[in-house]
Structure formats: C-alpha cells, structure tokens
C-alpha cells in the first residue's frame, strides 16, 4: 500500500512557476514508475502529464508539457516533483500524482497506475 500527498499548487501569473511535490509513504517508492496527471475543470477525464520510470533512467512528457515541465525523483525522500515553467491559462487544473508498480516503460493511461494522491490545485491567471 502507497500513500501519496500531493503539495506546492497555488495561483500563479501566466509565465510564473510552480514546483509540484508528492510524497509517498509505504514501502518499496523505488519500485513505481510515478505520473503526473491533471484535471481541468469541467473535465472528466485526467490527462497525462509526465512520467518517470521506477529507474529514474527515463522521463515522458505531454507534448504541451515538453519544454516547460520537468519530472524528477528523489527516491531517498520518497518524493516526485513537477518543476512547471512559463505556465499558461490553459494550464490550470487539479494535479495529481499516481504510482504505476513495476512497469516495463511508463504508462500514459490513469487506469494503469495503482495509487492516487488527493489532487493539488494549479490556477494559472492571464
């Protein structure tokens, strides 16, 4: 079992920057691959933002996210973070951080990941 709590959301200015964490508890952090994913408002679904593989060797990234996002991992801390640069308008919804255990590559699908954490809430204003 994987707890996840997401922090660092907020309101920011577009251009501005956030960094997103999540921390785990439970066992084994080294062994999932860790998401990010995000949910804009009045949408359903959550939308992949970028990955990074239970390795830390390779990271995946939305292409509205290249470029601007970064993902790492800090295993010692068990803890993922979302650097998030020139943030946009459009950037704005719910994050949330999911753990997929033991993948063979990360995986862009939310049914795919384990565990969820509870959200953190990115509102970017123009």
């Known amino acids: 079992q994987v707890q996840l709590v997401e922090s660092g959301g907020g309101l920011v200015q577009a251009g501005g920057s956030l960094r997103l964490s999540c921390e785990a508890s439970g066992r084994s952090f080294s062994s999932y691959a860790m998401g990010w994913f995000r949910q804009a408002p009045g949408k359903e679904e959550r939308e992949f933002v970028a990955?990074?593989?239970?390795?830390?060797?390779?990271?995946y990234y939305t292409n509205s996210a290249k470029g601007r996002f970064t993902i790492s991992r800090d295993d010692a801390k068990n803890t993922v973070y979302l650097q998030m640069n020139s943030l946009k308008p459009e950037d704005t919804a719910l994050y949330y951080c999911a753990a997929d255990y033991l993948p063979w590559t990360v995986q862009p699908g939310e049914d795919k990941y384990d565990y969820w954490g509870q959200g953190t809430q990115v509102t970017v204003s123009s």
């Open positions: 990955g990074i593989h239970w390795s830390g060797g390779n990271t």
